[in-house]
């Protein structure tokens, strides 16, 4: 069901993308990542197209693999920080991009602690733009480099099990991920303390289990989450250690079930919570896969976006 375009111009979240966007991104990253293998990386596919890079909030993984992507695709590329911009002055968001679009941008990649941001952004301004992230509700291109990776240790991720561990509430990756993993006819579970499972999340069609051992005996991947402490602003659960002894992935726990499963993490990790560090540094893990996958899909959003103007 693969299509040669991109049914949208904007990737605002993957419930705006089909079954063939995701896939049609799929099969271009595989032609990328072969590219970045190469001893020359570079390709020209985005000479004379110029992309900023928006971030009002905190980012490592997704803004330098955004940015790598960009210049693998020969783009010129501007960045953003809102942290030393003028934005410190009050100035709203339009007037911010609008200012920077008068500098003759074509592409805007952002990253905005409000869920909609992008969303606002594509309804006023004629640029294409990338959600790098919006708040607690999406972050495509984290889910499309998770789907991505676990294609390539499964196969086809029809009737494939995922689970999706941890602080659901508040995560953009796991609302993309279980749109994403769907599409691809992938069965989703979370699993998590009742207090960081949203009560909506059944209406999505996943499954809800409580019990981490249960969890991971039925599921082939595992992708844990980060506790995200800086938006909780009540207590979800007593104390970190109480949190690892109930629902941290440790060795033990995974050398009791009877399969050996895959282990994912979007990242930043933080070790000893939700995942130990002999799990997340093992050959179950692959969580650098990850990270290398993201440069080739990005390049591959990016490209195939670029033939939409
Ligand atoms: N996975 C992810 O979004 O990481 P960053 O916050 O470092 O970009």
Redesign the pocket.
């Given at each position: 069901m693969t299509t040669s375009q991109l049914s949208t111009r904007h990737v605002l979240g993957i419930k705006y993308l089909t079954e063939g966007d995701i896939r049609l991104i799929f099969e271009t990253a595989e032609n990328f990542k072969e590219v970045i293998n190469r001893p020359i990386k570079k390709v020209p596919s985005l000479r004379d197209v110029t992309v900023a890079n928006l971030f009002f909030e905190?980012?490592?993984?997704?803004?330098l693999s955004f940015e790598l992507a960009e210049k693998r695709l020969s783009a010129d590329v501007v960045n953003f920080s809102a942290s030393s911009s003028s934005v410190k002055k009050g100035e709203t968001l339009l007037d911010t991009v609008n200012n920077i679009l008068s500098m003759k941008v074509d592409m805007v990649v952002m990253r905005h602690p409000a869920p909609g941001a992008p969303a606002y952004l594509a309804r006023h301004i004629d640029a294409n733009i990338i959600n790098a992230?919006d708040g607690t509700h999406e972050?495509p291109t984290?889910a499309l480099l998770d789907a991505y990776s676990m294609q390539e240790q499964l196969g086809d991720l029809k009737g494939k099990k995922i689970t999706i561990m941890g602080d659901i509430l508040h995560s953009r990756v796991a609302l993309s991920n279980i749109f994403c993993l769907q599409k691809l006819g992938a069965q989703v579970t979370v699993c998590g303390p009742p207090t960081l499972i949203p009560k909506y999340i059944t209406n999505l069609g996943v499954r809800v289990e409580y019990d981490l051992r249960k969890a991971l005996e039925w599921c082939d991947v595992a992708n844990i989450l980060r506790i995200q402490l800086e938006r909780q602003d009540i207590k979800f659960f007593p104390s970190l250690r109480e949190y690892a002894s109930s629902y941290g992935v440790n060795r033990e726990i995974l050398d009791s079930l009877t399969k050996k499963i895959v282990i994912m993490h979007?990242?930043?990790i933080n070790r000893g919570v939700e995942i130990t560090s002999d799990v997340a540094d093992s050959d179950q893990s692959i969580i650098l896969q990850q990270v290398e996958n993201g440069v080739a899909i990005r390049m591959a959003v990016l490209y195939l976006l670029a033939n939409k103007r």
């Open positions: 905190n980012s490592t993984r997704t803004r992230g972050h984290q979007p990242g930043p």
